[in-house]
């Protein structure tokens, strides 16, 4: 009963009893993971698992010659044996150990102490090295306190990349030294847009990570394995900072910090003082993700100020360009140098593809398929992370107390149902250039946590077999499992989404009740969708 679903799994007879004297030993070289689970198991168990333990049985963790990610696991009655290839595979023999365990062993407090763990032989590894998730914390802000606990769940479905996307028009969440008024100014709105209908909420909205926050963050996820890339997004979705320093704006009067949704007209000019004053950013941000990976977005940049603007016209015909278009891609370029100078990975949204890119460049290819078969064809590394399959965002069912309007539902089948490879590229060479994929948390209308689990859960754990497990989908055999993890996640804590559909509380207040008419519905529903990024 274990998600994501192992590469085999074979039930032996007996059990193996867990207890909190029972001993728990690990190869030097994974004492970290040895820390993490003791600390993990204690509260239910209610002893110490010491590395000679009182009691009969004994947990070791041990390498093997295995890849790095990869684990066996085998519980028989007189121990647990987990052998791992690295580190992390002994981390996600850890937590596949966890799943053996009752839900109770998910709380933090005592549940009787002991438990009987099915003997079991499991070996196991990913299909992909990319599983990933974007969380946007740049619309809406979500505290360390709860940063931490997602990193934790994500962990929990064995992801490893967390992509986190901490600027926007609406928010610019990152403290930078050089730059004080990014966060000063940037990190809070006056008000934010409730629905689709121009409601507003009349509440500021804001916060921001200092720099030790993020070291603690980056630290903890390493912790579990996974890596954090830093998304500052460029030249567009870029308000927050442009209000923070107009001088980097295309305009000559101030902006705020944006409070609605959708595409944003406002975006950086091309002066060579706004590429300086960006690459003194990454500066700062570079010194605190150490990941190969920076992603620079790329995404939505509408070109109406570069247009109109005669200092950008000015930039154009200086590099002999003929098209707005190609100065985004310059501008791109100016920070896919700067990144490879540094020995880091250029990562942006699949509109950087247009004008060409620099070999190491990766490519999240989120407009459905196009610019991922684009991409692998051209040589660049891909994730997939398509808006019709593995956005969070989209409403979860039909029905019209679903919090967030979208026009799209997006089940949780159709999330099991996703494949990371595009059907294009099935049984092409240009395959093994997709490295994995992310689902994504966009929070423009996910305004707290707590409709974070409902949005995110428990599709993510659906998106987590995709990434992990082989090709190929049980449906029904997922939803089986399903129905003994999800007791897991309550046992956490999560407010998941119920099969039934939202409970009252987790309705979307403010949003207009359906129309009588269901044909005037679909209409007011396409029309509030339109209004969203195009083309989604
Ligand atoms: C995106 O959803 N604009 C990447």
Redesign the pocket.
């Known amino acids: 009963m274990i998600v994501p679903k192992p590469v085999r799994s074979e039930t032996r007879p007996g059990t193996f009893v867990l207890t909190g004297r029972t001993a728990l030993t690990a190869d030097p070289a994974l004492g970290e993971v040895a820390a993490w689970l003791r600390a993990e198991l204690c509260p239910f168990t209610g002893g110490e698992l010491l590395p000679s333990g009182p009691g009969p049985g004994t947990i070791t963790i041990g390498l093997g010659d295995l890849p790095p990610e990869a684990y066996r696991l085998t519980v028989a009655e007189d121990g647990v044996a987990i052998v791992a290839g690295g580190p992390a595979g002994a981390f996600y023999g850890a937590q596949t150990l966890r799943q053996l365990l009752p839900p109770e062993a998910f709380r933090r407090a005592a549940a009787g102490g002991s438990c009987e763990v099915p003997a079991v032989h499991i070996e196991d590894e990913p299909r992909f090295g990319w599983r990933g998730c974007i969380l946007d914390v740049a619309r809406h802000f979500m505290t360390k306190h709860d940063l931490l606990r997602f990193i934790d769940l994500m962990a929990m479905h064995k992801l490893n990349v967390l992509h986190l996307h901490l600027t926007d028009d609406q928010g610019w969440r990152l403290e930078i030294r050089r730059y004080p008024r990014l966060t000063e100014v940037g990190s809070w709105r006056k008000e934010s847009q409730t629905g689709w209908n121009g409601t507003m909420d009349g509440r500021p909205h804001g916060g921001f990570y200092t720099q030790d926050d993020i070291r603690e963050i980056v630290a903890y996820a390493a912790r579990r394995h996974i890596m954090i890339v830093p998304e500052i997004d460029l030249p567009g979705h870029t308000q927050a900072a442009i209000a923070a320093y107009p001088e980097l704006g295309n305009l000559s009067t101030p902006l705020e910090v944006r409070t609605t949704w959708g595409i944003g007209v406002n975006v950086l000019n091309v002066e060579d003082s706004t590429i300086t004053f960006f690459q003194n950013v990454f500066d700062e941000v570079l010194e605190l993700f150490p990941s190969p990976y920076v992603c620079v977005g790329g995404?939505?940049c509408p070109k109406d100020q570069w247009r109109t603007s005669p200092a950008a016209q000015r930039r154009m015909s200086e590099l002999g360009l003929t098209h707005e278009d190609e100065l985004q891609s310059w501008f791109i370029h100016q920070f896919d140098d700067y990144l490879t100078a540094r020995g880091r990975r250029l990562v942006g949204?699949d509109e950087i593809l247009e004008g060409g890119l620099a070999p190491g460049a990766v490519v999240a290819s989120?407009r459905g398929d196009l610019g991922a078969v684009a991409a692998a064809k051209a040589g660049h590394d891909v994730i997939t992370c398509p808006?019709t399959a593995v956005y969070f965002d989209y409403r979860q069912g039909p029905g019209e107390d679903e919090p967030v309007p979208f026009g799209t539902v997006l089940t949780l089948d159709d999330v099991y149902a996703f494949e990371p490879i595009p059907e294009e590229l099935r049984g092409e060479e240009a395959a093994a250039r997709v490295v994995g994929s992310q689902c994504?948390v966009?929070t423009e209308l996910i305004d707290s946590n707590r409709r974070v689990d409902y949005m995110t859960f428990p599709r993510l754990s659906a998106f987590a077999e995709t990434v992990w497990s082989s090709a190929g989908r049980d449906l029904a055999d997922f939803r089986r499992r399903l129905a003994a993890h999800l007791p897991r996640l309550a046992a956490i804590g999560v407010e998941y989404r119920r099969e039934d559909g939202p409970l009252p509380w987790q309705t979307r207040p403010g949003v207009p009740g359906r129309p009588e008419d269901p044909v005037e519905w679909q209409a007011q529903l396409d029309a509030w969708t339109s209004n969203l990024?195009e083309p989604r």
């Open positions: 995404d939505e949204w989120w808006n994504g966009w990024r």
